[in-house]
């Protein structure tokens, strides 16, 4: 047996899937983009072939043990996770650390130091929510955590605040960019020992771990796709575009799917599908990123919200306001012109919803509109304003349609390249190049 | 129409000695990282240049200078009263090629050119500013008459208006009836040809001093057909597989004598006579096109293009079709100057000014969506395409405004996915090498997925 | 109706409802009192709507759907540099709110225009679409020939139409005189707003003109002349704003929110080009006995206003310009053309060298038919308005 991986190079995440030989999705892994995606590729496929890892050993402890199996695993899987967020937790703290020194201040290390040692000492409860919800990363829980310790510290007067935020700045750019995970086999002891399991139950799963077949775990063929698939160390046989699939993805999830809408970072995507998954045509949008998710974000950041609370509030207006430019450089002046003549932000945000999607409307139409189940994908999707209004739309436009949106569906472009790698002629493993090791703490307990 | 391969032998003169070393040197793909160029291409370069010798020595010479669109050209009669052409389109996406548009763009905006308008005359309103220094380095002269042949474009009348107001000259203006309903009556031909009688000769006659000689018009118009049998050779080439030629990044080099001031000359005849010869050979030896890597080792895709290429980064563009071994068997925008795959040849008319209206009537932007979708849906059957793409410009309403409805048309009348990418003529901020890399990628894996399940 | 001050409001209500309404209600209550009879669309500028009547069928101006309507279809035609008319037109033709019209026609005013011709035979095979070729050349026996022959062909083809009928003489010598009273008419409103705009606010006046679209000649002609006369009654002071031209709105129209924000901007609107079509022939009071074909076709050639879409080299265009500006006792231009219009935008640099040398003060904007924010254009043309005022005496 052999594992398939997909990888998909998004602009703002990067998403790999790890398929069994039956096309049953093993692992999953996600990471946000940064400004590298060679290390992007490299964290989204090992988390993702960790995450096969840990459901192999399941499979086979289900066997012996039945039922109780979900339980130990989820509390394994909390604990490896948990667990990999200390090693990089470590390798942030020595550099924060590092950096604070060369800025010629050793009480700021000093404090610094202590500071991560504070949150590692809480690092179960910090990081655990990562295990459940996969839309945060490392970067956004850390971050948030450190600049509140810090403010605080400044306050009572332990540290130089300015000093420390750049030292973190400097130090979460570099670690990020040199990220390399530790090998599985490197993490599974510090993994059991934070768990919180019976030694019965430790036992168990540390026989299981050790019987798990490595030839299992050989990746048989990679492909990849997304915005930077180019960048890749795969032959040109080995990328795939994320028309193709996200097509193929949809199709697997959704296997009535005729038509799939993409809303992502930079770009949206309208395709139309056959009865297997193939691309019968497809329409992007034009050059500009007008009506993508990155409009939704400045929109965020112009009205100081979070990312992810713009469709609930939304949600909550009592009408749309009429916005006539998704266009991303006037975002910020129709935002403030129309605040300053007093509408509701509420309002203002449905309206802004709704503008997205009728430019997605538009491109539906021009790759041949919705004849039967709408498959909805991309980051955008998660936001229940723009599904609301979608769902509007598509019956307004076409008449009542079922629209498929997957929790799952921010994997599809990654699923579609898995099950192209499963799928795809071209033998042989390409070899990806790995980033070069962080030097970083050996972590805990090893 | 025979397809060509069953000529190829028979017809086609024996490659000229240069011409066979060429061929020899262009196999070995990337052997040196000088561009790889057919011979004929050296030869067009030979005779533009002493053109452009010419324009810029017309002071001294004496000779009259007159400016004018591809589109509906009228080269001969230009000749005929023994003035110069200069061609106002050419020089932009001259400049372009040479990455100077860039800087007349800015310039014509600077002075109060808005951002929205189309490239072709903010390069060129840009170049004047700028000293009308050409693009071989030589100054233009200025025109002595401005022959604003009004075809297919709304923007051309803008752009001599602007051009009169700068040079004050003369201006002769010739309004050529737009093709609504796919048909050319005989009330268009008579309104066109009574133009070129009443408004047209008499201000080249005036300006140059020189009576035009019809019967000498109709001599060149025939010389211009003979040209044109062979160009339609030619372009009809890649209907052979693999083809010979690429119809679009290699044909406008093809067009290039035959569309600009070389028509009816000598030259021109000689040109295509030998570039015949040329496509011929490559033919006979079952060869693909030369591109600028090399001659493309293996036919993936067969193309037809819509639209205008992308002047500011053409080669980078012609790159992308070349890396996924995409030929280009048809293209529309091999056409602007003239249908001549279609039967047009000039001099067919015996009246020389009917064959002119006749010329400027079928020029491609001068054809209604329902015509050009009908071409375009016979290129793809025709020369066996899988694919089509429309290359949308911003510049070029002319052509663009409409082109997603004709996708679609096309789409269903010949069964073939569309696709779908936008660029610009001359302004090198709206083409993004990414995105239509990414485009062009995503397309053709299309069109390889479904050949692969049919 | 009585004469009071109301009356102006009436009516003006009355125009209002007639731009809102995207679904053509007027023309379908035009066709139940009149059974069988065509309604035949017009797209910008200017068709010579003397003949469409003469065929005994409505002409019905298409200016586009405004801020009114949400596009989903219709952007699906177009890129995203095109201008908006075109999208809010076929949005509104595949909404099914054409319907009322039984054919097209698409005059020759440029490019979008030209080729929103072949869209609408690709979009409604069976429909009635034609293209005018209006003449650039005007000289009476090249362009003058052709355009005739031409009107002569639309003319039949209009009487092919069920329940049209081709026009004669007669019809067509009743229709040009209809339509030369509905110009002085236009002519009377436009002068009393040049000489006294604080009655006859923009926006009103805009409306009242824009009704043209949708009604008959005779009883827009009636409404034009009773507003003009309600309005000269109005007590309204005038208050101290700058006397403004607006230049380039020809074809794709603003808002009526962007009009009236330019007004309380601290201008008044003296002249425009707003529909531009429906003025595009110079009122004459010469008696025309002639061949009434021949003198429509002479008309264009010789009557047509100075328009951006015609060719008129040696910077005449310029000049006219100025000479509005003097003519109307304007203070300064505003340039408010729509974004990605050729023909306005193409025009700018030397309509603008022109007022230059003239010392005429300008600003200049962009807008869409569906702009909805206007606070940037507030700012601008009332700085243009202090400016003047503050420095422009001199």
Known sequence: ?446 | MKLPITEATANAAPPPAPLARAASQVVQRDASPTVQKDASMDRQKAMLAGYFSELAHARETGRKVVYTFVPGNLTELIRAAGALGVYPEVNALQSAMRQRSDGFVREAERLGHNEDVCSYVKCDVGMLASGNIGPTGEKLPPPDLLLLSYTGCFTFLKWFELLQKEYGCEIAMLHVPYQADGTVTEDMRRYVAKQLATEVIPKLEKVTGRKVDLDELAELLRRSGRAEDDLVWVLDSAKSRPSPIDAYFGGVYYVGPIFTAFRGTEDCEGYYHDLRGEVAARLARREGPVMPNGVLAEERFRIVVEGPPNWTHFRDFWRIFYDEGAVVVASSYTKVGGLYDQGFRHGQDRDPLLSLADYCLGCYTNHSLTARVELLSSYVRDFGADGFVINSLKSCNSFSVGQLVMMREVEKRTGVPGGFIETDLVDPRYYSQANIKNRIESYLQMIAQRKASA | MSSNVTEADEIVRRCEALYADLSLSAVKSWQASHPGRPAIGLLPIYVPRELVHASGALPVSILGGGDQIDIVKGDACFQSYICHLPRSTVELGLQGRLEALDGFVFPSTCDVIRNLSGIWQLLFPGKYVRYLDLPQAMDPSTGGEFYRRDLEALGAELGRLPGGNAPTTESLATSVRLYEENRRALATLRQLRAEAPWLVPLDESYLVVRAGAVLDVEEHTELVRAYAAAATRRRRKAEDRIRVVIAGAFCEQPPLGLLRTIERSGCYVVDDDLFLGARWIQPTEAEDRGDPLTSLALAYLNRSVVASTRYQPDGLRGEDLVRQVREKRADGVIFAAPSFCDPALLDQPPLQKALGEASIPFITFKYAENTGQFQAIREQAGTFSDSIKLWGEG
């Open chain 1, 1 to 446: 047996m052999a594992l398939f991986v997909g990888i998909d190079l998004g602009s703002t995440t990067s998403k790999a899937v790890v398929l069994d030989e039956r096309e049953g999705i093993l692992g999953k892994g996600l990471t946000n983009t940064r400004s590298n995606y060679e290390v992007a590729a490299t964290v989204a496929r090992e988390e993702a072939l960790d995450d096969a890892r840990l459901a192999l050993l399941g499979r086979g402890l289900a066997e012996r043990i039945g039922p109780e199996t979900d339980r130990l695993t989820a509390e394994l899987r909390r604990a490896w996770v948990v667990s990999r967020c200390v090693e990089r937790l470590h390798a942030l703290g020595a550099r924060v650390a590092q950096n604070a020194e060369k800025g010629g201040s050793p009480t700021d290390a000093k404090a610094v130091r202590s500071l991560f040692e504070a949150i590692e000492g809480e690092a179960d409860r910090v990081f655990a929510p990562l295990a459940e919800d996969r839309s945060r990363f490392f970067r956004d829980v850390v971050s948030a955590r450190f600049f509140a310790d810090a403010t605080e510290a400044a306050q009572r007067g332990a540290l130089s605040y300015e000093a420390a935020v750049n030292a973190y700045d400097q130090a979460i750019v570099a670690v990020e960019n040199e990220e390399a995970p530790l090998p599985a086999q490197a993490r599974i002891g510090t993994a059991l020992a934070r768990a919180r399991l019976e030694p019965k139950e430790r036992t168990l799963l540390e026989d299981a771990w050790r019987g798990l077949d490595e030839k299992a775990l050989e990746v048989g063929r990679y492909v990849g796709t997304g915005y930077g698939r180019q960048l890749l160390p795969f032959p040109k046989e080995q990328i795939r575009s994320e028309i193709l699939c996200h097509g193929l993805g949809a199709h697997a999830l959704y296997p009535e799917t005729r038509t799939v809408l993409d809303i992502g970072g930079q770009d949206t995507k309208a395709i139309q599908l056959d009865p297997k998954g193939l691309v019968l045509n497809f329409q992007m949008n034009d050059r500009c990123a007008a009506g993508c998710g990155r409009y939704l974000g400045y929109i965020a950041e112009e009205m100081n919200l979070g990312l992810h609370e713009l469709g609930p509030l939304a949600l909550s207006a009592t009408r749309a306001v009429k916005i006539s430019s998704t266009c991303t450089v006037f975002a910020g002046v129709e935002l403030r012109d129309l605040l300053s003549l007093g509408e509701r932000r509420e309002n203002i945000l449905l309206g802004l919803h709704r503008a997205i999607l009728l430019r997605a409307m538009s491109l539906l139409s021009r790759s041949g509109g919705v004849n039967e189940q709408l498959t909805f994908t991309g980051g955008v999707a998660k936001n229940a304003a723009v599904v609301h209004e979608l769902r509007a739309l598509v019956e307004e436009h076409y008449g009542a349609r079922t629209i498929n949106i997957h929790a799952d569906s921010i994997y599809t472009g990654a699923l579609g390249a898995a099950l192209f790698a499963k799928r795809g002629g071209g033998e042989g493993l390409p070899v990806a190049k790995r980033p070069k090791r962080a030097a970083a703490a050996p972590p805990v307990g090893s």
